[in-house]
């Protein structure tokens, strides 16, 4: 009940193109659900997060969709570029026991084709 | 920069042997979580301290132990070491330790039993 599923594993998208991470969720009590790029050899960087007060958070060209009765969110790169390529992790924390730890899904390898 | 700081970045030790890692969160930050990357595992949570105390426990082995000290600085000992215990290992930091609250990543330290 803990786990948050990430799908794809991986992802090629020409440049320009839209990219698009789904992850789900089992436990209800997940409040918070942020996004994580992470470039090889840095740790990883919040890039955007959302609540589940609200089905749509945008920044930019990175925008969160967020599906509360189906459990899940993905995010969606659009104009996506070279220098997107990068590792992503979907992640949700819980109010909870009063602790901030992210469940982080397995993350998406995306690589933007120039 | 997060202004999350590990140290060492690299380290190779032997099976048997025991490493600590240390770890500076951001300024005026009051939590501190530690985080396991592997291939195979993924981003897993392992601890968290909020101001001195222990908040949360994820999936720590009972050879790891951490600690966080009056300064808020944490330090992550690894003992008996194994060949499976290779991995990347994340300091995190967030100012408090609610859910929602953005958690700030550093470069982790590179780990490798041989």
């Known amino acids: 009940q803990q786990q948050v599923k990430q799908s794809p594993q991986s992802l090629i998208v020409q440049k320009g193109g839209i990219s698009i991470i789904n992850c789900a969720y089992e436990?209800?009590?997940?409040?918070?659900f942020p996004w994580y790029q992470q470039f090889p050899g840095k740790g990883p960087a919040l890039l955007i997060a959302?609540?589940?007060?609200?089905s749509e958070k945008k920044e930019g060209r990175f925008t969160i969709s967020f599906n509360k009765s189906a459990k899940q969110f993905s995010l969606h790169i659009m104009d996506s570029q070279p220098g997107d390529s990068a590792t992503y992790f979907c992640?949700?924390?819980?109010?909870?026991?009063?602790?901030?730890?992210?469940?982080f899904g397995t993350g998406t390898l995306l690589a933007v084709q120039p | 920069d997060s202004g999350v700081t590990q140290t060492p970045k690299h380290l190779i030790t032997a099976t048997g042997q025991r490493v600590t890692l240390r770890c500076s969160p951001r300024?005026?930050?009051?939590?501190v979580y530690w985080y396991q990357q592997s291939l195979d595992q993924g981003l897993q949570f392992l601890i968290q301290?909020?101001?001195?105390?222990?908040?949360a426990k994820g999936n720590i082995l009972e050879r790891f132990s951490a600690q966080q000290f009056p300064d808020l600085h944490s330090e992550l000992n690894l003992s008996s070491l194994e060949l499976g215990d290779s991995a990347l290992y994340f300091c995190?930091?967030?100012?408090?330790?609610?859910?929602?609250?953005?958690?700030?990543f550093g470069e982790g330290s590179w780990l490798t039993v041989v």
């Open positions: 995190a930091s967030s100012a408090s330790g609610e859910s929602g609250n953005t958690i700030y």
């Open positions: 436990n209800t009590a997940f409040d918070y």
């Open positions: 959302i609540r589940p007060d609200v």
């Open positions: 992640a949700a924390s819980s109010r909870r026991g009063a602790t901030n730890k992210l469940i």
């Open positions: 300024s005026g930050d009051l939590s």
């Open positions: 301290y909020y101001n001195g105390e222990e908040r």
